[in-house]
């Protein structure tokens, strides 16, 4: 068990909708990372928060977004849900620095638009 | 073409076999090599990381770095059925003296038979 804990494990809706996935980091953890992991793409790296901002952006489209608040938890949020955006999304956390290679990986949320 | 590039597998060994993953690349500004491990219905788990060139070893796993390659490798010696995952390689550039964001490969699963 990484300490990273993510909710819902499983979520199923339809094209159009929205949808928020939530992330708890490890304790004292000030970065949280959100990945999409799809067959074909592998792992993809979205967006970066540390200590309540955004750090670094990567492949995350317009109609997802994502905050950290003040007690480090962290929301994606994903609107306008198409079907290609059926994935895993992983939160991941880390204890050192703004970027940091050491990262702890939740367990996922298993997203299906249908 | 992908930056990362890695055989998706199955790789089927027998216990005690020795087993060779492997990732090429093709970014000359990646400095930082990973190593993740991932169990189904799991999240990534880091496995071991090496900076720039060379070798690192830990227990049963030794993780090679060639750079005029762009080319890196893990061994696992002693294999064992609880070795069976999918192996993800990681890296990323060292961009003004820091780290930056993961580029991940797609992961070859390996499965270990008793």
């Known amino acids: 068990d990484s300490g990273v804990t993510q909710t819902p494990k499983h979520l199923i809706t339809a094209t159009g909708q929205r949808v928020t996935l939530r992330c708890s980091p490890r304790?004292?953890?000030?970065?949280v990372y959100w990945y999409q992991q799809s067959l074909d793409q592998g792992l993809q790296f979205l967006i970066q928060y540390y200590n309540g901002e955004e750090r670094a952006k990567g492949n995350i489209l317009e109609r997802f977004s994502a905050q950290q608040f003040p007690d480090l938890h962290s929301e994606l949020n994903l609107s306008s849900l198409e079907l290609g955006d059926s994935a895993l999304y992983f939160c991941?956390?880390?204890?050192?620095?703004?970027?940091?290679?050491?990262?702890?990986f939740g367990p996922g949320t298993r997203l299906t638009v249908t | 073409q992908k930056e990362v590039e890695q055989d998706p597998g199955p790789l089927s060994v027998p216990e005690g076999a020795i087993v060779s993953l492997n990732c090429t690349y093709s970014n000359s500004a990646f400095q930082y090599f990973m190593w993740y491990r991932q169990y189904s219905r799991k999240g990534p788990e880091l496995l071991m990381y090496t900076y720039s060139s060379g070798n690192k070893e830990d227990g049963r796993f030794t993780a090679q770095v060639d750079k005029s390659s762009k080319y890196i490798s893990l061994f696992i010696r002693d294999s064992q059925p609880s070795d069976s995952a999918t192996y993800l390689c990681?890296?990323?550039?060292?961009?003004?003296?820091?780290?930056?964001?993961?580029?991940f490969g797609t992961g070859t699963r390996l499965l270990v038979s008793p």
């Open positions: 991941a956390s880390s204890p050192k620095g703004v970027m940091s290679y050491e990262q702890y």
């Open positions: 990681a890296m990323s550039p060292d961009l003004y003296g820091g780290f930056q964001k993961l580029v």
């Open positions: 304790s004292g953890d000030l970065s």
